[in-house]
């Protein structure tokens, strides 16, 4: 129905017949599904809420990778500051992530465009980065907590949420 990034834990929603398929997909596509993400992000965020409002296409010089481009696809991301962390002398923050859109890495790739790449992001974060809070977080930082959505059959609306892993507690 949808997918996460390899290393994102979380919910994820899965079809188990073709009715269900169809109306999840009429879901995703109209956008009345609502996704809530945790992430943990390099520095400290001043805002206690924020929006990223930006078009993201396939980064013309990396493939693999995608990048805030004028001329890409509509992108929309809303954030809250849960708290700030002051760690080894770095600060870290948790926010509570809502993607309106549903671009690949789209939370990745704003969080990074706004200089606050998610710890342990190999692709959108620096080596430096990585090496800096490996000790601390030694996994992309970023979980799938919970999706809200009308039940494919019966129309009900239903929310489905994954506990946070341990890692996101330490702090």
């Known amino acids: 129905m949808h997918r996460l990034d390899k290393d994102t834990s979380g919910?994820?929603?899965?079809?188990?017949n073709?009715?269900?398929?169809?109306?999840?997909?009429k879901?995703?596509?109209?956008?009345?599904?609502?996704?809530?993400?945790?992430?943990?992000?390099?520095?400290?965020?001043?805002?206690?809420?924020?929006e990223i409002n930006a078009p993201i296409k396939r980064n013309p010089r990396s493939r693999f990778k995608f990048a805030v481009v004028a001329d890409g696809k509509d992108a929309f991301t809303a954030f809250e500051k849960v708290k700030t962390v002051e760690i080894n002398d770095q600060k870290a923050t948790l926010l509570k992530v809502y993607p309106k859109t549903g671009r690949t890495h789209q939370i990745r790739v704003h969080l990074s465009a706004f200089d606050h790449p998610i710890i342990g992001d190999e692709i959108y974060?620096?080596?430096?980065?990585?090496?800096?809070?490996?000790?601390?977080?030694?996994?992309?930082?970023?979980?799938?907590?919970?999706?809200?959505?009308?039940?494919?059959?019966?129309?009900?609306?239903?929310s489905v949420e994954a506990p946070l892993p341990p890692e996101f507690m330490l702090y």
């Open 27 to 50: 879901q995703f596509k109209d956008r009345t599904i609502a996704k809530e993400y945790v992430a943990w992000v390099i520095g400290e965020i001043a805002d206690d809420k924020f």
């Open 125 to 158: 974060g620096t080596k430096k980065q990585l090496e800096d809070w490996y000790q601390v977080f030694p996994r992309l930082m970023l979980h799938s907590q919970k999706i809200t959505f009308n039940h494919p059959i019966n129309g009900n609306l239903m």
């Open 11 to 16: 919910v994820l929603i899965v079809a188990k």
């Open 18 to 25: 073709e009715e269900a398929f169809t109306s999840l997909q």
